[in-house]
T-cell receptor
Framework: SQKIEQNSEALNIQEGKTATLTCNYTNYSPAYLQWYRQDPGRGPVFLLLIRENEKEKRKERLKVTFDTTLKQSLFHITASQPADSATYLCALSRGSSNTGKLIFGQGTTLQVKP | DADVTQTPRNRITKTGKRIMLECSQTKGHDRMYWYRQDPGLGLRLIYYSFDVKDINKGEISDGYSVSRQAQAKFSLSLESAIPNQTALYFC?????????????FGPGTRLLVL
């Protein structure tokens, strides 16, 4: 069956360090993968998109990698700050066409300590 | 995101009651979605609509119905609420330009069914 897995355990790191979050999937061939940030009591907010033919994408302190062989995406936040504390969701497109539907992982909570 | 609004933000109801959650958007997007979020399960798609005349079931539509009153409005109804429908509900929109799907979420409605 199709499955997306994110580390359900919270990730605790010290301010200034790099946070790395993992998203693994099985039985999908997504055209692209996205990362969203969700703060408590609020809706997810889009951060980055990476396509199946891209290995890496960067935006300011954020970096996403996409390995379609391993079926894995890594999401990095460099020079982390307490304000980066949130839950991060990965989302995959359903199939190779723009079907308008995303499949979300359950999210990983990041806590950055000062 | 103020462009996508949801009402009410919080609701307590009793088993067997019919309730409606409303979503409005000013982004001019054609596509709208309803999700529910439960701890440890991530976002699950209930219904989606690609335009006013196009309504589709998501992965967990049983016990729910929707109405797309206009491009900007998409309502979710629980015909006869039950306690396991207690959850956080999100409305989202997306546009159809390009070959990618980025979704914009409302602030959510927290529903408690007693």
């Amino acid at each position: 069956s199709q499955k997306i897995e994110q580390n359900s355990e919270a990730l605790n790191i010290q301010e200034g360090k790099t946070a790395t979050l993992t998203c693994n999937y099985t039985n999908y061939s997504p055209a692209y993968l996205q990362w969203y940030r969700q703060d408590p009591g609020r809706g997810p907010v889009f951060l980055l998109l990476i396509r199946e033919n891209e290995k890496e994408k960067r935006k300011e302190r954020l970096k996403v990698t996409f390995d379609t062989t391993l079926k894995q995406s890594l999401f990095h936040i460099t020079a982390s700050q307490p304000a980066d504390s949130a839950t991060y969701l990965c989302a995959l497109s359903r199939g190779s066409s723009n079907t308008g539907k995303l499949i979300f992982g359950q999210g990983t909570t990041l806590q950055v300590k000062p | 995101d103020a462009d996508v609004t949801q009402t009410p933000r919080n609701r307590i109801t009793k088993t067997g009651k019919r309730i409606m959650l409303e979503c409005s958007q000013t982004k001019g997007h054609d596509r709208m979605y309803w999700y529910r979020q439960d701890p440890g399960l991530g976002l699950r798609l209930i219904y989606y609509s690609f335009d006013v005349k196009d309504i589709n079931k998501g992965e967990i539509s049983d016990g729910y119905s929707v109405s797309r009153q206009a491009q900007a409005k998409f309502s979710l109804s629980l015909e006869s609420a039950i306690p396991n429908q207690t959850a956080l509900y999100f409305c989202a929109t997306s546009d159809t330009s390009g070959d990618q799907e980025t979704q914009y979420f409302g602030p959510g409605t927290r529903l408690l069914v007693l």
